[in-house]
């Protein structure tokens, strides 16, 4: 079984001969064993396994297997959500296209360990064919195609014709969540973490607090931003 930690998180003794006991596993989950010492005396009666909220084994075990070597997903995601919330209703960005967005974010390394020239191309594919679990088909295809890259283009401009594109929303829709999406990569391509970068909106630009502009602003340039301006502080 999963390898469980030692904090016991509910204990009901209200019945001394019925109680039960939960567990949080390493992997997130939550056990629940239910004792009654009436029917069974060496265990318990029933183990139930929950998932906590916002828990997805299928994202889970792509992270797990395949983005073991880099936090630069998870740091990614962390600072798109921050700039999501700030953009969103300027943008004309339903807030439930949040999750999808993160789920990108944090996939955005995925086929760096197939090959990694190339690998956004990778990612595209490898998320195509394995995303599935309480996931629809529309957002399936708008994580993959999100994680498809070309310098210079809009994400609208790559989509391929017929096929999994009739699934996608709206090209500004889809062009605002595309940029909003490599904006946190390339703010984050050095590696560093999310908390090193600042960020606040206002009148239709985003201002920026950067440990190395720079390097951001040039790889900037390869990327459409849709109608959302950027501004370096110094």
Not at 43 to 50: D, F, Y
Not at 133 to 156: C, D, R
Not at 189 to 203: C, H, L
Request: proline share 4%; hydrophobic share 40%; aromatic share 10%.
């Amino acid at each position: 079984g999963r390898p469980k930690q030692e904090k016991l998180l509910v204990v009901d003794m209200s019945e001394i001969r019925q109680f039960t006991r939960k567990y949080i596993n390493a992997d997130g989950t939550i056990d629940t064993w239910t004792y009654d010492l009436d029917k069974f005396t060496n265990g318990p009666i029933s183990v139930e396994t929950t998932f906590p909220k916002n828990y997805n084994p299928n994202i889970r075990y792509l992270l797990d297997t395949y983005i073991t070597h880099s936090h630069h997903g998870i740091e990614c995601a962390k600072l798109l959500s921050r700039v999501f919330d700030q953009t969103h209703a300027f943008l004309e960005l339903d807030a439930s296209q949040k999750s999808s967005l993160i789920i990108a974010a944090k996939l955005l390394p995925l086929g760096i360990g197939i090959r990694y020239y190339g690998y956004q191309t990778h990612s595209h594919y490898f998320a195509m064919n394995a995303l599935q679990y309480q996931l629809t088909h529309e957002k399936i295809a708008l994580i993959s195609h999100l994680l498809l890259f070309k310098k210079n283009h809009l994400s609208s401009e790559i989509k391929p014709k017929g096929g999994y594109s009739l699934l996608l929303p709206n090209d500004k829709v889809l062009d605002a969540l595309y940029s909003l999406l490599w904006l946190s990569h390339i703010l984050l391509a050095a590696r560093g973490k999310a908390e090193t970068v600042k960020t606040a909106f206002t009148n239709g630009c985003l201002y920026i607090e950067h440990p190395m502009p720079y390097l951001a602003q040039e790889q900037l340039k390869t990327l459409p931003l849709s109608n959302l301006k950027i501004s370096f502080k110094n």
